[in-house]
């Protein structure tokens, strides 16, 4: 599997098949699920806490550490995907009109190089 042929869909389906085969639908309610999610991004937070912007970025270059990050963006994933088959979203749906709000909010011209509307370079 990788991200170039691999499917919104086929992840969900992953993870459906993982959920079903445990017989774990009575625990993944959408209240479980938001809360495991949350606490997975938290273990993903772990792995950089007190690093320098420059040692994040280095991250990425030390095998070990891109591991241990790799599964733990693994978990927030399963998490996520877990939630939309629950709630039974269509992510791409969600994700697109997510961008476009966000695309209206922060347009290009005005934030281009800028952090948010409280940046004191803002336009």
């Given at each position: 599997?990788?991200?170039?042929?691999?499917?919104?869909?086929?992840?969900?389906q992953r993870v459906e098949q993982f959920v079903a085969c445990r017989d774990w639908h009575p625990f993944h309610t959408p209240k479980n699920l938001a809360m495991s999610l949350a606490i997975e991004a938290a273990e993903l937070m772990?792995?950089?806490?007190?690093?320098?912007p420059e040692q994040s970025r280095a991250a990425a270059g030390d095998p070990e550490r891109?591991?241990?990050?790799?599964d733990e963006l693994a978990d927030v994933l399963c998490y996520a995907l877990a939630l939309a088959n629950a709630l039974d979203l269509d992510l791409s749906s969600a994700f697109e009109r997510k961008m476009a709000k966000n695309e209206a909010k922060y347009p290009a011209d005005k934030y281009r190089g800028v952090f948010g509307p409280d940046d004191p370079n803002a336009r």
């Open positions: 599997m990788n991200d170039r042929e691999t499917t919104v869909e086929a992840m969900r772990e792995h950089f806490q007190w690093l320098t891109i591991t241990g990050i790799a």
